[in-house]
């Protein structure tokens, strides 16, 4: 699972729930934050990030996670332009 803002995509497990005090919840485990937003001329270059690790050697993590969202782009662009819905609360929007 992950949370999505304009400055940085948080991974977060969704296989454990901590608890500390009356409150719980998911772990994020690592982060990419994009401190510096730069102009593309294409949606195809790569975009600078800084790689946040909330645990010890998520090094398997990152890697997991850029071939996992690599996947998951390419399938939203195939629903997108086989005209099948992509999910709620999102759109494609094309320029």
Known sequence: ?????????LFVDSQSYAVS???GGRMILLAWQFNQ?????????PVACEVVSYEQD?????????TEFRQAMKLIKERYRNGLPVGNGFNIVQL
Do not use: Y
């Open 21 to 23: 005090g009356n409150t």
């Open 1 to 9: 699972m992950a949370i999505l803002d304009r400055h940085e995509i």
């Open 37 to 45: 937003l730069q102009e593309r001329d294409s949606l195809d270059k």
């Open 58 to 66: 998520n090094r398997e993590i990152q890697i997991r996670l850029v």
